[in-house]
């Protein structure tokens, strides 16, 4: 028996709520024991409100059974504390531009100040979650890269690429019924001792095909994906790899390196990838356990 007054309960809410949790029992018993990589990006990071909704989220996944794992970014932090310190901050196609000044910053505040505050965010749950640098045991390994602007190549400073993962680490810490929150940065492989800033949205792609993911969810600051920005009415809820692969070129900067997550995720073998809405509250659960769904979602056919 409960302490809850039954007599107090709206039936017609309580039906609406057993509805609800009927709406996701096919979904429950797809994820269970799969593997979702889940991207958490800075801009999601804007409120404590949304931080406590996330956190619950992930809680609630380990709880009924999926594997989450997290990979996170920190755009928004990183530029306040570059300010902060009067650094330039230069985004260029989409990436920003890292000195060897501002890599210590980006690996600080990634590392140092926000890992730990999202795995104690989820740990208020129960002790699942546990932190990880893409630098801890061998889990990336990373070249740097430049950016095509117009046909022309420009030079991004410490950034990279995830070239290499290992994802025997990942695999320990589930196998031990852990929460992994991967912060993104990676050693250089070319240069031994030294770090690179790597994109959050490829490293959790990167991830998530080494670790055969059921599905790659990418938060973001935007609805998803629109055919005709700024029409609000254009908002795509679902394509397919090819159709995203004609669509890639005509994209914003801000959203390729998202929707090129999603369709190298997809094409080497992750089933579905999405970009959903990270300022909705609960926008992962919705994602993986309603019908509708929220944003974009990428399939292979």
Not at 23 to 30: H, N, V
Not at 74 to 88: C, H, N, T, V
Not at 204 to 225: N, P, W
Not at 267 to 283: K, Q
Request: aromatic share 4%.
């Amino acid at each position: 028996m409960t302490d809850i007054d039954l007599q107090d309960t709206d039936p017609d809410e309580a039906s609406a709520r057993a509805l609800t949790l009927i709406e996701s029992l096919p979904w429950l018993r797809r994820f269970r024991d799969q593997i979702i990589v889940i991207k958490y990006g800075g801009n999601a990071m804007v409120s404590d409100e949304l931080q406590d909704a996330f956190a619950a989220d992930i809680a609630y996944l380990r709880y009924v059974g999926v594997q989450p794992v997290v990979v996170h970014g920190g755009g928004p932090q990183i530029s306040s504390m570059l300010d902060r310190l009067a650094i330039p901050s230069e985004f260029k196609g989409g990436y920003r531009v890292t000195s060897t000044e501002a890599i210590s910053v980006v690996r600080m505040v990634l590392t140092g100040q926000i890992n730990p505050q999202l795995v104690a965010k989820i740990n208020a749950h129960g002790p699942l979650a546990t932190g990880l640098s893409g630098e801890d045991a061998g889990l990336f390994g990373g070249r740097r890269r430049g950016v095509v602007i117009d046909g022309v190549e420009h030079d991004l400073g410490r950034v990279g690429d995830v070239v290499q993962v290992d994802p025997q680490p990942i695999h320990d810490h589930l196998a031990a019924g852990r929460i992994p929150v991967v912060s993104s940065i990676a050693p250089d492989l070319d240069n031994p001792g030294h770090s690179l800033n790597v994109n959050a949205d490829t490293a959790a792609a990167a991830l998530a095909i080494a670790l055969g993911a059921a599905k790659l969810v990418i938060l973001t600051d935007v609805a998803g994906l629109y055919a005709d920005w700024p029409r609000r009415d254009s908002l795509v809820s679902h394509l397919t790899a090819s159709e995203l692969r004609a669509m890639l070129p005509r994209l914003e900067s801000g959203m390729i390196p998202k929707m090129r997550a999603c369709l190298d995720a997809v094409d080497a073998g992750v089933e579905t990838a999405a970009i959903i809405d990270g300022r909705v509250p609960h926008s992962v659960l919705v994602e993986l356990f309603t019908e509708k769904g929220i944003g974009t979602e990428v399939a292979a056919q």
